[in-house]
């Protein structure tokens, strides 16, 4: 049977780009179905004659409209490998892209772009409650994005669950669809130590700074044992993605050196989690 994905979310989060990756793997891609249709299509899309092996659906706010919950619902009966993917942004990061870009925003309020904005929000927000999937893009680039769509959609085929770990500064805002997160600054700050405030989380002087630490190891002792419960039971409900965060003050010694040393580990047991330092160049 064929995987079926459906694409959704607030307009100017990423839907286009994301539908435009997806056909770049060979997925093949309809965009603005009116919901009612949907399943007609569907048994047509990935029925047993289908000529497609990976069938994705892209939902506009605009073509939301009359019981799309019940035919996601319906979906779920037509294929039991049907995922649905919702595209999530902050307010003031879209004011920020329809600014920039000048295009007027589909639901244009009364009083500006954040109205329309919070008026789709709210109308798109029974959807998002049922995603199996949400990726706020925020604050993450095209570039960035088209790798999150190649890690999770790249491979054809049986898929299992895709685990991210990304390394993150807390002044800098903690990551806004993270599974799991984890703060670092229960450990000395290497900040302090003046060979090592020039350095970062990937060099040897910094990980056995703060790797060398008793209190380190015990933690990573003992997330590992955690995780390596976790995830199996995480992918056996179903989940198609897991991102575990660790935070420090600024993102480029504590929390850096402990998701290398954590992704490191994860591999020896057998997993194959991705790894991202967010604000190690800031």
């Known amino acids: ?22 056909e770049d793997l060979g997925w093949f891609v309809i965009d603005r179905l009116p919901p009612d249709i949907l399943t007609k299509v569907a048994d047509l899309a990935v029925g047993p004659e289908s000529p497609w092996d990976r069938v994705a659906f892209a939902l506009k706010a605009d073509t939301v409209e009359g019981d799309c919950l019940r035919a996601l619902d319906d979906l779920r009966e037509v294929s039991n490998r049907m995922r649905v993917v919702f595209l999530d ?12 870009s000048r295009r007027p925003h589909p639901f244009p309020g009364a009083s500006g772009i954040e109205a329309g904005i919070e008026e789709e929000r709210a109308l798109m927000q029974p959807i998002r409650a049922v995603a199996d999937l949400v990726i706020d893009t925020s604050d993450i680039n095209v570039h960035d994005l088209r790798d999150k769509v190649t890690e999770l959609y790249g491979a054809e085929g049986d898929r299992p669950m895709r685990t991210s770990i990304t390394s993150f500064g807390f002044k800098h805002g903690a990551p806004r669809d993270t599974d799991m997160l984890l703060d670092c600054r229960f450990i000395p700050n290497p900040h302090w130590v003046d060979e090592l405030r020039p350095l970062s989380g990937t060099d040897t002087p910094v990980q056995d700074f703060v790797l060398g630490q008793d209190l380190t ?14 995830l199996p039971a995480y992918e056996a409900q179903g989940k198609a993605y897991l991102s575990i965060a660790f935070g420090c003050t600024g993102g480029r010694h504590r929390s850096v050196a402990v998701a290398e040393a954590m992704a ?12 991202r330092h967010r604000d190690l160049d800031r």
């Open 1 to 22: 049977m064929s995987d079926l994905l459906v694409i959704t979310g607030l307009s100017g989060a990423g839907r286009s780009e994301f539908s435009s990756d997806l």
């Open 89 to 100: 942004c902050s307010t003031d990061e879209l004011v920020r892209r329809y600014k920039g």
């Open 217 to 230: 190891s015990s933690f990573l002792d003992q997330l590992e044992e955690m995780l390596c419960r976790l």
């Open 264 to 275: 490191g580990r994860l591999r020896e047991r057998g997993f194959d989690p991705s790894i």
